[in-house]
Nanobody, 122 residues
Framework: QVQLVESGGGLVQAGGSLRLSCAASGRTLSSYAMGWFRQAPGKEREFVSAISWSGGSTRYADSVKGRFTISRDNARNTVYLQMNSLKPEDTAVYYC???????????????WGQGTQVTVSS
């Protein structure tokens, strides 16, 4: 079992930055690929970014490419999502997830955090 806890969300103005963290406990994070997803009110959960277990491969949704950066520190059992140039449409609850591969669909992940709210004001 892996327990995931996100942090770092909050309220920020458009153009600002936030860094989300996802801390794992229970098992070492280095065994898993990690993903970030988000869900806005009334919308389906959507893929944001993913990283392989080693950190050598990353994937991004087109909507965040060039603005968001995913990284991981396996020694700290933590994954990060650096979000720059934030837009109001980035407003959502952001979830981290752990799974066998860096899939872009949420069904590919086995463990989920509780989410952290990100609100971007215009």
């Amino acid at each position: 079992q892996v327990q995931l806890v996100e942090s770092g969300g909050g309220l920020v103005q458009a153009g600002g930055s936030l860094r989300l963290s996802c801390a794992a406990s229970g098992r070492t994070l280095s065994s898993y690929a990690m993903g970030w997803f988000r869900q806005a009110p009334g919308k389906e959960r959507e893929f944001v970014s993913a990283i392989s277990w080693s950190g050598g491969s990353t994937r991004y949704a087109d909507s965040v490419k060039g603005r968001f950066t995913i990284s991981r520190d396996n020694a700290r059992n933590t994954v990060y999502l650096q979000m720059n140039s934030l837009k109001p449409e980035d407003t959502a609850v952001y979830y981290c997830a752990a799974g066998p591969r860096s899939y872009t669909y949420y069904a590919g992940y086995d463990y989920w955090g509780q989410g952290t709210q990100v609100t971007v004001s215009s």
